[in-house]
């Protein structure tokens, strides 16, 4: 028999991934979903609702990681072989806006799950979604040794999220890991996070449909990588005799004027023509530079980076030239790769 696995944020760019990928493996996949007015699946739909036997495989459930009852009850009835959380408000900047729902969503909301796990009594291996904000102001390269100085309300969560991952771990012998990834993009990244705003753009502007695009800090320096390479990763955590944390990164920095030109280059317009500056993008305090190191993740899950930042923002941008031309010609559009 198959194993089984629940993903919280199951309709977001790494809950959609991990989603195909288990289910290539031939698991059953439980997402949680937010009850809400509107039923976001668009990045899932193509699974949901394609064919009955994959329909068999992935089942949808109504919960929160707000509600721990509703977690242990799902749980106890579900009993997964593994548990990914990757539910959370996940934009930096917004969390800034909205300090006190990021903390108790991306924060409590980890260790809500943690405590849901133990009181159910379920044996099942926890994957938690860390991230490089956690090392905020902290000089790179960051690994897995590197002291943490956030500098945000998403990383000061996302902190309090990874030592009740480790916490747990230590106090209950449970098997549960912190997969800090670096940023990850895709074409199913959120149109509200740079790089999709930029490649969006991009598309749009090629089109004639937009005139500008308004960013923030364009010297800030990030470690982009490729979403479906990342969720990969998370799986190999959870195949492990033993538990631990690990770092997710390609070691390569990229400014975002880089990626910027990069994706502009792409559809030969000359970016300066387009990109216009904005403080209001800018954050409170900024993070001027995460560059991972992934040597332990190569070592012992035996995973490596093959898509870097140029050929990422390519991707990109051929997938949102597709979506607009679709778009334009009236066609039905799915959110692919």
Not at 40 to 49: A, F, G, P, S
Not at 112 to 140: C, D, H, K, N, W
Not at 159 to 182: K, S
Request: hydrophobic share 35%; charged share 25%; glycine share 8%.
């Amino acid at each position: 028999m198959g194993k089984s696995a629940l993903i919280t944020g199951v309709t977001g760019q790494d809950g959609s991934y991990l989603a195909e990928l288990l289910l290539g493996k031939g698991y059953t996949v439980h997402g949680l979903v937010r009850r809400s007015s509107s039923f976001n699946t668009e990045r899932i739909d193509h699974i949901y609702q394609g064919p009955q036997e994959a329909n068999r495989s992935f089942v949808l459930h109504h919960a929160d990681l707000s509600d721990g009852v509703a977690l242990v009850n799902l749980l106890r009835d579900l009993r997964p072989d593994e548990v990914y959380n990757l539910g959370a408000q996940s934009h930096v900047r917004v969390s800034f806006d909205a300090p006190l729902y990021t903390g108790d969503v991306t924060g409590l909301g980890s260790m809500r799950l943690l405590e849901a796990v133990r009181a159910s009594g379920v044996e099942t291996r926890i994957y938690q979604a860390s991230s490089s904000e956690m090392f905020g102001a902290t000089p790179p390269p960051q690994n897995e040794q590197t002291p943490f100085h956030p500098r945000s309300p998403y990383g000061c969560a996302k902190v309090y999220g990874y030592w009740a991952t480790v916490n747990y771990r230590e106090a209950y012998d449970m098997f549960a890991v912190n997969g800090i990834l670096f940023n990850h993009e895709s074409p199913r990244r959120g149109e509200t996070f740079v790089t999709r705003k930029i490649t969006r753009a991009v598309a749009r502007i090629k089109a004639g449909l937009q005139d500008r695009l308004y960013l923030g800090n364009l010297d800030a320096v990030r470690d982009w990588g490729y979403a479906p390479e990342y969720v990969d990763a998370m799986w190999r955590m959870l195949q492990r005799d033993q538990p631990d944390d690990y770092v997710v990164a390609t070691g390569e920095a990229a400014t975002v004027r880089q990626f910027v030109e990069t994706a502009f280059a792409h559809v030969d317009l000359d970016w300066a023509e387009y990109v216009r500056y904005d403080p209001k993008y800018e954050r409170p305090s900024e993070v001027d530079a995460l560059i991972g190191d992934a040597s332990k993740a190569e070592e012992l899950l035996g995973w490596k980076p093959s898509v870097r930042v140029d050929e990422l923002a390519r991707i990109m941008v051929d997938a949102d030239r597709k979506q607009v031309e679709d778009q334009l010609a009236g066609v039905t559009v799915r959110i692919d790769r």
